[in-house]
């Protein structure tokens, strides 16, 4: 059974840092590249960035510079430490493989920045 269970969101202010951390099952973490994805309201849901099996990264242009992800294969856990954080990284945060399979996405974290 696949699932992903994502957490570590919250309310920070602007310039501010969290550490999301998504929990996998081993069937979907440990053979593919997996991404976090993010959602803000009135608009559609985005990749932030991707990892490979080999630990290969790709980061939207937004959060390039901003957002490390990086994955533990022993914990099948995957993070996205986020620093410098601006009101327009607001959105719900989820985890999936990438590209993304629509019967996998968990109910994400909630991450709100306050300018």
């Known amino acids: 059974q696949v699932q992903l269970v994502e957490s570590g969101g919250g309310l920070v202010q602007a310039g501010g840092s969290l550490r999301l951390s998504c929990a996998a099952s081993k069937s979907i973490f440990r053979y593919n590249t997996m991404g976090w994805y993010r959602q803000a309201p009135g608009k559609l849901r985005e990749l932030v960035a991707d990892i490979t099996t080999y630990s290969r990264t790709n980061y939207a242009d937004s959060v390039k510079g901003r957002f490390t992800i990086s994955r533990d294969d022993l914990l099948n856990t995957m993070y996205l430490q986020m620093n410098s954080l601006k009101p327009e990284d607001t959105a719900v945060y989820y985890c999936?493989?990438?590209?993304?399979?629509?019967?996998?996405w968990g109910q994400g974290t909630q991450v709100t920045v306050s300018s």
């Open positions: 999936n493989r990438h590209p993304f399979m629509a019967d996998y």
